[in-house]
């Protein structure tokens, strides 16, 4: 037997099998001996299973009901844990944090406009070294017709 033909009896016995594979099943099963010793032991199985099955009986729940604890007990401990300045403190850190996040979006906001002004001036930069680079040079002759002469007056 292989285990394929395993699989589709643990399917057929779990009733996840389809009729595709209950027709397959059953033909195996009447060719191979160790499939229907398989298939036999798993239906013993079963049937053992559905014959030990037991209804409780209704007291056992009154049982368990009775055996809970008493919901007073339940508040005072709810109330011993959940205290006011605790609450108030807890809600203050939520809201700072809050707070902290949209700050933090808002940063990120600074940043990136900081960094677009940062290329442009880079950029305006570079246009004015190009702009000053491809001015022609400039030649400046000088005439010295009139002397300075200068005297001190005593």
């Known amino acids: 037997m292989n285990t394929k033909m395993e699989e589709i009896i643990n399917k057929y016995f779990d009733d996840e099998s389809s009729k595709e594979e209950e027709t397959f099943m059953?033909?195996?099963?009447?060719?191979?001996?160790?499939?229907?010793?398989?298939?036999?032991?798993?239906?013993?199985?079963?049937?053992?299973?559905?014959?030990?099955?037991?209804?409780?009986?209704n007291e056992l729940d009154e049982k368990l009901l009775l055996s809970l604890p008493n919901m007073e007990e339940n508040k005072h401990t709810i109330r011993k844990y959940f205290n006011l300045?605790?609450?108030?403190?807890?809600?203050?850190?939520?809201?700072?944090?809050?707070?902290?996040?949209?700050?933090?979006s808002e940063l990120s906001g600074y940043k990136e406009q900081l960094n677009l002004q940062t290329q442009q001036v880079n950029y305006q930069s570079k246009m004015i070294k190009l702009l000053f680079n491809s001015l022609p040079p400039a030649v400046v002759n000088a005439k010295l017709e009139n002397p300075i002469i200068v005297t001190p007056k005593l």
Do not use: M
């Not at 300045?85 to 933090?104: E, H, K, N």
């Open 26 to 57: 059953f033909t195996q099963l009447s060719l191979d001996e160790d499939a229907r010793e398989y298939f036999k032991s798993l239906n013993l199985l079963k049937n053992t299973v559905e014959e030990t099955k037991e209804d409780y009986p």
């Open 85 to 104: 300045p605790t609450s108030i403190a807890y809600a203050i850190s939520v809201i700072l944090f809050i707070i902290l996040l949209s700050f933090r």
